[in-house]
């Protein structure tokens, strides 16, 4: 049964460029949360998506970044015109609903 | 306003050892909390999870403490093994809701052989 699967798993991009980051949540789960560490911190919660809605998106910069989780396909997060400040990891996380996260194994970002 | 402080940010201990880390939460309203260990270059996975209806669960060598009116929670490792070198997230969050996770900073255990 696969994990939680993200790529790419690294993304080098130079300012003012767009990411483009891909998570495919467990099978059978429905419910998909992206997070955001920085060197040496915790991680932050940026949005929670279930099939085709976002759900809460309190945790996402009101500019630049926007998400999205289809009906068919995985779930994109997309950050446009990067600047260094984006470079961190991104973990998608999925789950049933009302039970554990499972995370991936992240998407390291390098804005030059 | 950090919501979950985590405590200490780093550890160090010998094999054999007991390791203690401590987070205590802000929002009454968080009911789940659980630990994640993550290593290095790797996305967190989950260690153990505890409910506030619960003052205690262990798993193995791994134990959670929940002190609910101190708002409060604990790891414990017990035996700690060079393998358990790794940092430690706690985390809340409030069930029905979002269910988004709130972390704490995390702790940077290493266990020395």
């Known amino acids: 049964n696969a994990g939680v699967m993200q790529n790419p798993r690294h993304l080098v991009r130079r300012r003012g460029q767009e990411a483009r980051l891909r998570c495919s949540p467990m099978?059978?789960?429905?419910?998909v949360y992206w997070y955001r560490q920085l060197p040496e911190e915790g991680l932050k919660f940026m949005v929670y998506l279930q099939k085709e809605n976002i759900i809460d998106e309190s945790g996402m910069p009101k500019e630049r970044f926007s998400a999205e989780f289809p009906k068919e396909g995985p779930s994109i997060l997309r950050i446009q015109q990067v600047v260094r400040g984006d470079s961190a990891a991104y973990f998608c996380a999925s789950s049933r609903g009302g039970e554990t996260q499972y995370f991936g194994p992240g998407t390291r970002l390098l804005v030059l | 306003q950090q919501q979950v402080k985590q405590s200490p940010q780093s550890l160090i201990v010998q094999k054999g050892g007991i390791s203690i880390i401590n987070c205590a939460y802000e929002?009454?309203?968080?009911?789940?909390f659980p630990w994640y260990q993550q290593f290095p270059g790797k996305g967190p996975a989950l260690l153990i999870a505890?409910?506030?209806?619960?003052s205690e669960k262990k798993e193995g060598r791994f134990t959670i403490s929940f002190n609910k009116s101190a708002k409060q929670f604990s790891l414990h490792i017990m035996d700690s093994q060079p393998g358990d070198s790794a940092t430690y997230f706690c985390?809340?969050?409030?069930?029905?809701?979002?269910?988004?996770?709130?972390f704490g900073k995390g702790t940077k255990l290493t266990v020395n052989p």
């Open positions: 985390a809340a969050s409030i069930q029905g809701g979002s269910e988004k996770l709130v």
């Open positions: 099978k059978g789960h429905s419910h």
């Open positions: 505890i409910r506030p209806d619960v």
């Open positions: 929002n009454t309203a968080f009911d789940y």
